[in-house]
């Protein structure tokens, strides 16, 4: 019952370095997510995918690119690290793209720290 | 601009108290979630409402939507340690947009 899986859990990085946020999900859904969390608030969604091939801008898009090529993986990059992007990044998946009754499924979330 | 707005932001309780978190919008929403996360993990679901005035009840959280689903709220009775961590309201707009609100982090204190 693997679910959404995120790697690295914990990232210090140094302004102006590039990492890639690995996400993978084994429970076939189309949809995927990134958001980023500031400490005691909600999520905001970063960039979005509906399919393998497929990917689109969320709220906070600046600074990050996605790439979907299989329906399992959604990998986040960050170019340039900055300050400003010390967060705490979850991956999510969902069956719907817009969720009603069912939910959104989230991976246990990586903290990334630029120094 | 957040359309989903939580109050309060932060909220410390004794065990056993009773509690309110609001989630509050200027916008309708077809339909509005409510998530528990807790430090160090992913949210996860406890209930969808998508009926004006809807209210669900799990073990002792009763969640209610309100009449024009501009709003909803989650009541706790009896707050326990277990109870702690951050509450986070979602909703799907009526453009079919899903947002997350600004959360509520909650301290029971036994």
Known sequence: NAG???TPKFRILKIGQSMTLQCAQDMNHNYMYWYRQDPG???KLIYYSVGAGITDKGEVPN???VSRSTTEDFPLRLELAAPSQTSVYFCASSLYLIPRNDTIYFGEGSWLTVV | ???LEQSPQFLSIQEGENLTVYC???SVFSSLQWYRQEPGEGPVLLVTVVTGGEVKKLKRLTFQFGDARKDSSLHITAAQPGDTGLYLCAGVDTGNQFYFGTGTSLTVIP
Do not use: A
């Open chain 1, 4 to 6: 959404v899986t995120q």
């Open chain 1, 41 to 43: 608030m909600g999520l």
């Open chain 1, 63 to 65: 600074g990050y690119n």
């Open chain 2, 1 to 3: 601009t957040q359309l």
């Open chain 2, 24 to 26: 509050n919008s200027s």
